[in-house]
């Protein structure tokens, strides 16, 4: 089962919350030297996270983004 959502104090603090975690996400870059498996595991961490906040991200948008951040 899904983990509970995050409740935060107002609508401000989320929407702050939820542009952190997406920009985090958008920027995710694979670097020299480091495992894939780590990688990906950061865009799951920031994609969960999203889903915590509120937020709904399909799982094709999902596969996506991490794909994105890893160099052809």
Known sequence: ????PIILPNPQVQRLEN???TQAL?????QDGR???AHVLEGKSHIDSLG?????VSRK???????QSIPK
Do not use: Q, R
């Not at 089962?1 to 509970?4: D, E, M, V, Y």
């Not at 958008?26 to 694979?30: C, D, Q, V």
């Not at 915590?52 to 709904?56: K, P, S, Y």
């Open 1 to 4: 089962p899904p983990p509970p």
């Open 19 to 21: 542009f952190k975690v």
């Open 26 to 30: 958008l920027a995710s870059k694979l």
């Open 35 to 37: 495992l894939m498996c």
């Open 52 to 56: 915590m906040l509120g937020v709904i």
């Open 61 to 67: 948008l999902a596969v996506d983004l991490v794909l």
